[in-house]
């Protein structure tokens, strides 16, 4: 899974216009330390304030996902314990976070990396998508993510007129896929994953008449409270969430492309009156349905 035999390391300008973008790579590569090996034999390749001593662990300014391909070494950081890393682990470093971690000497280790920071970044690690307590990510040989790293390195080694916005787009498009992956783990066993994508066919085929979360779970054959549980770890909310999405999706497709009264819409959707059709439209949308049609009614782009 090398980069051809050659090791990569680039430590990249960033400029007013990069910042403005909301997110930009710092620096890229690709390492392979062979079995056997002591030290990282390519300290003196890296930047002194990137380099660091095992025996000290380091900090940086930054976020970095790296992925380790080939071997097996450690990982450690501030707020978590020193964790064995196997071939096919990406690891999520944090700023400002301490962390130590190196190849074991009996296999080496092939290691890809991308570094980068700004406003987008910090912002999704403040809405929760990724935590400094869950750094670890097993994904196993990922040909995709080897693919991406691969354009990284080499957009970044090209260095033409705006490269920063194409490469920190691939890290905004890893980083979505780290969480997509991650998250359908969390959930992997088939049967548990059928019963969910079975509730969420039973509910879009009933988007007018919901049925009750309850009754759902007992048609399944499983108790409502183990239902609840592993569909919100599953899709993020909760099965009641999901059916007022749906509703909500097809109020708004009604309201576009329909004739239909907005009291006709109201008691399709199984609401006891306009009024509370309108109330809940607008709690969820910040606009009345008589002002969402009227927009999307409205001529020219909306």
Request: hydrophobic letters at 35%.
């Amino acid at each position: 899974m090398a980069l051809s035999e050659d090791n990569h390391f680039n430590y990249l300008t960033v400029n007013e216009t990069d910042q403005k973008w909301g997110l930009y790579v710092t620096t890229c590569g690709f390492q392979s330390i062979k079995p056997h090996s002591s030290i990282n034999p390519y300290l003196n390749k890296h930047l002194s304030s990137y380099a660091f001593n095992t025996k000290q662990g380091r900090v940086l300014d930054e976020f970095q996902l790296l992925f380790v391909v080939k071997g097996s070494g450690f990982f450690q950081s501030a707020s978590v314990p020193k964790t064995n890393i196997e071939t096919g682990s990406i690891i999520m470093l944090f700023p400002q976070e301490w962390h130590n971690y190196s190849f074991s000497k009996e296999t080496g280790w092939d290691e890809f990396w991308v570094g980068f920071s700004g406003e987008h970044a910090r912002s999704i690690v403040h809405q929760g998508f990724f935590r400094k307590e869950e750094p670890i990510f097993k994904l196993g040989i990922n040909d995709e993510f080897v693919s991406l790293y691969r354009q990284i390195i080499s957009y970044a080694e090209q260095e033409n007129q705006a490269y920063q916005q194409i490469i920190s787009g691939i890290v905004r498009h890893m980083l979505g896929l780290l969480y997509y992956k991650s998250r359908n783990v969390v959930v992997s066993n088939k049967s548990v994953v059928d019963k969910i994508n079975q509730a969420r066919i039973m509910m879009r085929e009933n988007v007018s008449s919901p049925q009750a979360p309850e009754e759902i779970a007992s048609q399944l054959g499983v108790s409502y409270s183990w239902f609840r549980k592993a569909f919100k770890k599953y899709t993020g909310i909760s099965p009641a969430q999901f059916q007022m999405n749906l509703r909500l999706q097809h109020a708004k497709d009604l309201l576009m492309n329909s004739d239909k009264s907005i009291t006709e819409i109201a008691y399709e959707l199984n609401f006891e009156s306009t009024g509370q059709f309108s109330t809940f439209f607008k709690h969820k949308t910040g606009t009345t349905p008589r002002e969402f049609r009227s927009v999307a009614s409205a001529p020219g782009p909306h």
